[in-house]
């Protein structure tokens, strides 16, 4: 059973725009939500995190929105350039005490933005 | 800078035969992981390390294992690596406080 549910699968934006996924969970008990960012051949990178007591977090051209009633987050790229081109995963925490935290994924959104 | 370092980034292993990927890093995190990550897939969690107590995944298969000598070490051994264990494995290490970090992966190929 996914955790969590991403969505676009692609994404395709002109340069300068807007670009934004979306990821959906059901587990309240998830404490993090972070976003990573992987390019090809290389490991995913943190690109921006939240907890689920914020509304918004922003960094740079970066932004999570998080909707907790409604189990909702999403990031925001704005200004979207072609050096963003890449996959982005969402993530949910599950902290454990006693084994360690276990992280949980999006299946990934592969961005292509458009010079 | 402090990182997760992968060794070697290129592996390639004939079917059946032995191969061990290794893992260091210079965070100090008590949590070490190993994913696999298969083509336009989200990493896939075969097992973790919370210390030194090993945690595996109840689907994770039993030609994978891992060694955790020391802190800073782990190592993920393929028994007798099949065709569809070709996939980048990426190591992760956490701590209570931290997010995930990740190395750059070794990308492994089965002939």
């Known amino acids: 059973q996914q955790q969590v549910k991403q969505s676009p699968q692609s994404l395709i934006v002109q340069k300068g725009g807007i670009s934004i996924i979306n990821c959906a969970y059901e587990?309240?008990?998830?404490?993090?939500f972070p976003w990573y960012q992987q390019f090809p051949g290389k490991g995913p990178a943190l690109l921006i995190a939240?907890?689920?007591?914020?509304s918004e977090k922003k960094e740079g051209r970066f932004t999570i929105s998080f909707n907790k009633s409604a189990k909702q987050f999403s990031l925001h790229i704005m200004d979207s350039q072609p050096g963003d081109s890449a996959t982005y995963f969402c993530?949910?925490?599950?902290?454990?005490?006693?084994?360690?935290?276990?992280?949980?994924f999006g299946t990934g959104t592969s961005l292509t933005v458009i010079p | 800078d402090a990182m997760v370092i992968q060794n070697p980034r290129y592996q390639v292993t004939q079917f059946g035969k032995p191969v061990t990927l290794s893992c260091s890093q210079t965070?100090?995190?008590?949590?070490m992981y190993w994913y696999q990550q298969k083509s336009s897939q989200a990493p896939k969690l075969l097992f973790h390390?919370?210390?030194?107590?090993?945690?595996n995944e109840a689907d994770t298969p039993d030609n994978f294992q891992s060694r955790r000598p020391n802190t800073s070490f782990c190592f993920l051994d393929i028994r007798s690596p099949g065709l569809g264990d070709a996939a980048m494995y990426l190591c992760a290490t956490s701590s209570s406080i931290s997010p995930l970090h990740f190395g750059n992966g070794t990308r492994l190929t089965v002939t």
């Open positions: 587990n309240t008990a998830f404490d993090y």
């Open positions: 993530a949910a925490r599950l902290g454990f005490r006693d084994t360690g935290n276990q992280f949980y």
């Open positions: 965070l100090n995190h008590n949590v």
């Open positions: 939240i907890r689920p007591d914020v």
């Open positions: 390390y919370y210390d030194k107590d090993f945690n």
